[in-house]
């Protein structure tokens, strides 16, 4: 007869199926089905078929018992229950007999039976339906999580249930739910020490026999309250943990199973989403109130180009998720990531700006991760990494297209586990970051020519933003341009901020803004600069950036990369500041709004002026 053996301990959950009349399950290298036990390399247990039944007995000498439903197996063979769950010191062990079947045959299941007694479902089918239901009304959360606990109660051998909310998460003023079996909701204690261990690690914390666990054995709560089994998970929902729920047995002997523990797993997943959705409906159904002013200084807009993207920020903010922004170069995505942070409940963490492209190659890898002390030529000293200096707040990758292939593996764990590395050390740090990257490249075509890792790509696009290049939100040129000359004023000291002109607002909105926002806030703060404080009027506007390279604009939109783009406006700004200043590389430099030398060296690097000219 076939035995199928089902296994939970300390390196997972595992099946097999055992073809024989008899075997043995334990550590040592002899037995039919291994199982992990700290301290332990012996056989553990003897399984035998007997007229289509299972018997078990132990074997002598064992440091730890081995539980049934019906108490302690020892050392003769005695009936075991098929589906029974055994307590195998720390780990759990099912054995279930295989039917036979006749080959070929097919069976049909009539949908009838699948309700009621002695249903082939089983009888926890009826109490995830109506737990299901229940969970799909977001409008009464309460009553939801009450249909959750009682469907816990009623699916597993748990005798009480308590649920735990965030404080930015409570339910009419209301952040912990009790339930008993007996239906009694009094607050009861619990294992504090358990649900500290979920909130610590932020994974689940199971307990199938709390007197055989070394280490929930030692704690006070669980002596006291007599607590025999425990399980505790994390409830989270949109990237984030909005609580904590609990379930343990005080029945003396009592045990949660493995298949207890995926009960309750999958029905607290079912409420978190569900009071996720409550969140987001909250958002996405709340009407705008009449001339009311943005959340943001950065979501401020009169372009339906931009209504989209609003919305988007609004939703995604107050979640964990990784959200990518992309959009041309210019286009304001920093500007943006950090309105999402200060929107968000890290807003009073740090925010961490990392320019994928500015770092040398050499160097990203310990800029991001740290290192420590002589772990390569020139580390004098130990150094935290951008992972560690958002801890509790947010990263931001811009270009992240440019990160190194081999690199991007190692940013895939930092994501992935929330756990870095520092460079020349062994320990492990754990970080709790918020994500945000932003591109204005083609990750997807990147990703075909396997320039760009595509798991990477799927974990950084959990939600997208794209942002309108300003050329197709030219409706907010003016708001722009406005909030660009009072920044200008308030650096050039001026007395008070000066008038933009209806005619330098109307050439400004006729310009193609192939360099976006980025170029208008340039483009006004030189004109402020040469206006001196009077009116802004279009002879102050550099008008023709373009065509002083000798190209017009649809030969600069042929251009192969926005990286030659901007070399375009930069040799043709170098040009201009050079004539009007007639020659004289300080007062050039000036206009430019850069150091001299700085602004010869790129006169040199544009082939303007040759090295050691004048």
């Known amino acids: 007869m076939a035995v199928h053996v089902e296994v939970t301990d300390s390196l997972g959950f595992r099946t097999q199926t055992v073809d024989g009349e008899q075997f043995w399950i334990g550590c040592a290298p002899s037995c039919s089905v291994q199982v992990e036990i700290p301290n332990c390399r012996s056989r553990v247990l003897e399984v035998k078929a007997v007229d289509g039944s299972l018997t078990v007995r132990t074997e002598p000498g064992l440091a730890f018992p081995v539980r049934s439903v ?58 995830f339906m109506a737990v299901a239901d229940h969970l799909e009304a977001v409008r009464d959360p309460d009553k939801g999580i009450a249909a959750a606990i009682d469907g816990i109660l009623a699916a597993t051998a748990a005798d009480r249930i308590h649920v735990a909310l965030d404080a930015e998460h409570a339910i009419g003023g209301r952040t912990a739910f009790f339930r008993a079996r007996d239906g009694n909701s009094t607050p009861f204690r619990i294992s504090s020490g358990i649900v500290e261990r979920v909130r610590e690690a932020g994974r689940v914390v199971h307990v199938p026999f709390a007197s055989a666990d070394p280490v929930a054995s030692q704690f006070v709560s669980v002596r006291r309250e007599g607590i025999s089994a425990g399980i505790a998970l994390p409830l989270t929902a949109l990237g984030r943990t909005i ?27 079912l409420l978190a989403q569900s009071l996720g959705n409550r969140d987001l409906v909250s958002s996405l159904v709340r009407a705008p109130v009449a001339g009311e002013a943005p959340p943001h200084e950065a979501l401020a807009t009169s372009s339906p180009a931009c209504a989209e993207m609003i919305e988007r920020v609004k939703l995604y903010a107050p979640t964990d998720y990784t959200v990518l922004l992309r959009g041309e170069t210019g286009s304001g995505k920093e500007v943006l990531a950090r309105a999402i942070h200060e929107l968000s409940r890290r807003k009073d963490g740090p925010f961490v700006p990392v320019n994928c492209a500015a770092i040398p190659e050499q160097l990203m890898e310990s800029m991001l991760f740290g290192h420590e002390k002589g772990a390569f030529t020139g580390a004098s000293s130990n150094r935290r990494g951008h992972f560690e200096e958002a801890h509790g707040g947010t990263l931001f990758l811009d270009e992240i297209g440019d990160m190194p292939l081999d690199l991007q593996s190692k940013i895939l764990r930092a994501l992935q586990d929330r756990v870095v590395t520092p460079i020349g050390s062994s320990r492990q740090i754990r970080v709790d970051v918020r994500i945000l990257a932003a591109t204005h490249q083609d990750l997807e075509a990147m990703v075909d020519e396997r320039r760009f890792r595509e798991d990477l790509y799927y974990r950084l696009r959990e939600l997208e933003i794209v942002l309108p290049p300003l050329r197709r939100r030219r409706e907010d040129i003016p708001l722009l341009a406005r909030r660009f000359l009072e920044e200008a004023a308030r650096e050039l000291a001026f007395a008070q901020v000066p008038e933009l002109t209806h005619a330098t607002l109307e050439s400004l909105e006729a310009r193609p803004w192939r360099g976006n926002i980025r170029e208008l806030r340039h483009v006004v703060k030189a004109a402020a600069l040469r206006a001196g404080g009077a009116a802004l009027r279009p002879e102050h506007l550099d008008t023709a950036p373009l065509q002083a390279r000798g190209r017009n604009a649809e030969e600069l939109d042929a251009a192969a990369t926005w990286k030659e783009r901007l070399e375009a406006q930069e040799k043709s700004a170098l040009q201009k500041t050079l004539e009007e200043a007639g020659g004289n590389l300080t007062r050039a430099a000036k206009l430019f709004g850069v150091p001299r030398t700085t602004y010869r060296e790129r006169l040199v690097k544009h082939g303007l002026l040759k090295e050691g000219e004048e």
Request: aromatic fraction near 6%.
């Open 243 to 269: 609580g904590v729920l609990y379930a343990d047995c005080v029945r003396e002997g009592a045990v949660l199973t493995a298949e207890d523990l995926q009960r309750v797993v999958f029905i607290a997943r």
């Open 70 to 127: 019906t108490g302690n197996v020892g050392g003769r063979f005695e009936q075991c229950m098929d589906g029974d769950v055994l307590n195998v010191g720390p780990a759990l062990v099912k054995l279930s007999r295989v039917q036979a079947s006749v080959e070929g045959a097919a069976q049909e299941l009539d949908l009838a039976r699948v309700r009621g007694p002695g249903a082939p479902v089983g009888t926890w089918y009826e109490t």
